[in-house]
């Protein structure tokens, strides 16, 4: 931020609070909520709070005017993707969550699956993995459907269970 004096940090405001603030950040910083927008001129942008879906506070943003989603975590590809995709990847992702053990249970991301369904964005920018191209519904209909979260298992490996507590 020291080489950028005009800028500031944004995420969701639970982020905000809790993690800029631990770093020390108390200024220049802003929190959104979900279904805020942040007009930037040529662009608009609006926050989608996706609880659970990468991080307890996570967020996601469309940028409203091409129709981008851009996913956190959703939507990955796993290994080397051209920039640009219409090949239906949605089981090679599925397979990715279930060997990283990332989501914990599969209820807060069908939900967020069900908005970004009703959004039908045109673009979905992906953090790992290619930008697709047009309709990601393939992708969209197996977090619907199909089991993905976390089964006992991290990077392949099983976590035995702990010994039991006693209360």
Do not use: C
Not at 30 to 35: I, K, L, Q, S, T
Request: net charge negative; proline share 6%; hydrophobic share 40%.
């Amino acid at each position: 931020m020291s080489q950028a004096p005009g800028s500031e940090l944004i995420g969701s405001e639970q982020s905000i609070a809790l993690n800029a603030t631990g770093f020390g950040l108390r200024t220049r910083t802003r929190g959104f909520r979900d279904g805020d927008t942040l007009d930037l001129g040529v662009h608009k942008l609006r926050f989608l709070e996706t609880p659970h879906v990468h991080h307890w506070d996570s967020m996601m943003v469309v940028e409203e005017t091409t129709g981008s989603l851009f996913p956190s975590d959703l939507y990955l590809q796993p290994g080397d993707q051209p920039a640009v995709t219409t090949e239906n990847l949605a089981g090679e992702m599925l397979g990715a969550y279930r060997t990283f053990g990332i989501f914990a249970h599969e209820d807060p991301v069908r939900a967020v699956a069900r908005r970004i369904e009703e959004l039908k964005p045109a673009w979905v920018h992906a953090m790992h993995g290619a930008t697709i191209a047009g309709e990601a519904l393939p992708y969209t209909r197996a977090l619907l459907e199909e089991q993905f979260a976390y089964r006992g298992g991290f990077f392949g490996r099983s976590i035995p269970a702990g010994p039991a507590r006693v209360e």
